[in-house]
């Protein structure tokens, strides 16, 4: 039997965290009554555990918790399912860190290039790295492009879409991504220096997959995503799919509040007023 | 120009609620200072404006902000994006309210089938309704099925899948789907009363589709799928790919401290200990 280890903090009365822990391991495993699992092998092998509990602060206690990793079928929902469902609707719960098994690292590893890959990418071994964001979303094709010039024509490594600006009328996406892509290419070649243009995908899963294939043939490198808006496990098969990309994740919908932004967006946290201007790598779910 | 209306209560200094009803308009829009917005059809068609600001409590506002519904390309995700997207990451803010234009309301209708719907399907036009759930997850096949068919036989009008049951080694999913659907078969054969098995539906898109298929398939009717675990878009593409179900939603991974629960599930609202036990109508994304 093998475990994973979820960890929240909790906000209790402290004649009251003992079993309100014990509550929330129930709720993210079995969700019924103890008496009522009879067999012994569910109680041994699927019944989450409360491994500690330890204060942090006034009324607020971090609480580990041990879950089967048979209950998650190695499988991108339903590990989101298991470790924080439920109880991500209690409003005294947040979610803070996850250690998974060698065995679901193994299936959740991280980032497929990561700033290595990156670096590489841009012929850039050590120096520091520079994104733009075009803005604001409501501009045109042709302002979009011109702007995309500007910034690879300046040296900016990484020239991203506003993550506003999806598939709308007034720059629908096939159109963009060609003409900014192209104002890129033209750049690069009058500068010889490496530059990227990452277009923003969002939609259902099959506008995702439509509008990553055109991304693919425009010769597109690096996209923007929101992995939260689109959804963990959609972005999964994307991921899958659609290997080639470095993926640039955006924190949008991300309820920071009740999934700790350390965990949710790796090392990297938002403050309340400049959330929007950083894209960050998503490494998801390593802790 | 079309208008839809996103409600949020901020929580504020009395002196800085208009500066930060403003700054989340703007974050919601064009997330970029004003003065940076040169052309005038994008400050006057793209940019949110704040319609209304309300005291309900001490340090709370109500504040109404109107958002381009051109912005939103009338898709999903990107709905999504606009309504709740960047200021999900600010902790002073909750989305309580949304009010969409009837051509949103065209493309986002609500629930195919219904409460009228369901009670046709039960041949139950008046009576209450009764549902329950399969619990422990842990169990086998074999388990799972006789279960469902007591549960059948007692008369429950839906006897559906526990939400941690996915497509575990102890219960894989369509050797479980054709079980139960048997056994629930069986139940009504014996009684004469309509009852429906609703197995979970949980995983990235692509396994979403293929157990749809096998539920169908197996002549299930109803089911059961989480959409905030499988993500909005992804939910919105399977009920379109597969419009014959009654689907069954469940609020695991649904944040509720963040988007106020009367929006993000209809008239319910999750208590503390019970958030687990009571299957809800799905109605997003009309509040």
């Known amino acids: 039997m093998a475990w994973l280890t979820a960890t929240y903090v ?6 009251r965290i003992e079993e309100r822990a014990q ?3 129930i709720e993210q495993s079995v969700e019924c009554p103890l008496e009522a699992v009879r067999d012994p092998r569910i109680r041994d092998e699927i019944v989450a555990r409360v491994a500690s509990i330890e204060p942090v602060a006034d009324g607020r206690y971090r ?3 041990r879950i089967a990793t048979q209950t998650t079928g190695g499988e ?3 590990l989101v399912n298991m470790i924080f469902g ?3 609707l209690w409003d005294n719960v947040q979610f803070v860190d996850l250690e998974l098994t060698a065995e679901l690292l193994a299936r959740f590893p991280g980032p497929r290039h990561g700033i290595a890959g990156i670096r590489a990418l841009l012929d850039a071994p050590r120096r520091p790295l520079t994104a733009a964001a075009m803005k604001p979303q409501g501009m045109r094709v042709g302002e979009l492009a011109a702007m995309c010039r500007t910034f690879a024509l300046a040296g900016v490594d990484v020239v991203k879409d506003d993550h506003g600006i999806a598939d709308q009328a007034y720059s629908p996406f096939a159109e963009r991504v060609r003409a900014c892509q192209a104002a890129n290419a033209e750049a690069v070649r009058a500068t010889g220096k490496p530059s990227f243009y990452a277009p923003y995908l ?3 899963p099959r506008t995702l997959c439509e509008h990553a294939r055109i991304a693919r043939e425009e010769g597109v490198r690096v996209v923007l995503v929101a992995p939260m808006v689109v959804g963990l496990p959609a972005f999964r098969d994307l991921v899958d799919e659609f290997p080639e990309f470095v993926y640039l994740a955006h924190p ?3 309820g920071a509040a009740r999934i700790a932004p350390p965990l949710l967006f790796g090392c990297w946290a938002p403050t ?3 959330s929007s201007t950083t894209a960050v790598m998503w490494n998801w779910p390593q802790a």
């Open 10 to 15: 909790i906000e209790s009365e402290p004649e």
């Open 23 to 25: 509550a929330l391991a």
């Open 63 to 65: 609480v580990a918790v």
């Open 76 to 78: 991108t929902a339903q």
């Open 86 to 88: 439920n109880c991500s």
């Open 202 to 204: 969002i939609g259902t």
């Open 252 to 254: 949008s919908f991300g």
């Open 272 to 274: 309340r007023r400049s």
